[in-house]
Nanobody
Framework: QVQLVESGGGLVQAGGSLRLSCAAS????????MGWFRQAPGKERELVSA???????YVADSVKGRFTISRDNAKNTVYLQMNAVKPEDTAVYYC??????????????????WGQGTQVTVSS
């Protein structure tokens, strides 16, 4: 079993920065892919960014140039650095992991474990 715990969310003004962390426990940190999703009220959960075991990354167009994903295998942790945040970034952010290759990496169903989520609120 794998447990994922997100932290780092909170209230930030537009233009500010936050760093989200997702700590994994319960198993050797060797996931094929780790992703950050977000879900705003009334909207579907969407993939924001993902990182694969070979360190390749994906970043959604809506956050490209502002958000950066990284992972520290020694600490069993993946990060999402959020810069120049906008009010439309307000959402609950979820960490997720996939234990094997999934071609449709952008789908929530491609991930095996999820964290509980952390709220990010950006004020204008």
């Amino acid at each position: 079993q794998v447990q994922l715990v997100e932290s780092g969310g909170g209230l930030v003004q537009a233009g500010g920065s936050l760093r989200l962390s997702c700590a994994a426990s319960g198993r050797t940190f060797n996931f094929y892919a780790m992703g950050w999703f977000r879900q705003a009220p009334g909207k579907e959960r969407e993939l924001v960014s993902a990182i694969w075991s070979g360190s390749s990354t994906y970043v959604a167009d809506s956050v490209k140039g502002r958000f950066t994903i990284s992972r520290d295998n020694a600490k069993n942790t993946v990060y999402l650095q959020m810069n120049a945040v906008k009010p439309e970034d307000t959402a609950v952010y979820y960490c997720a992991v996939a234990e094997s290759y999934r071609v449709r990496y952008y789908r929530t169903s491609s991930y095996d474990y999820w964290g509980q989520g952390t709220q990010v609120t950006v004020s204008s």
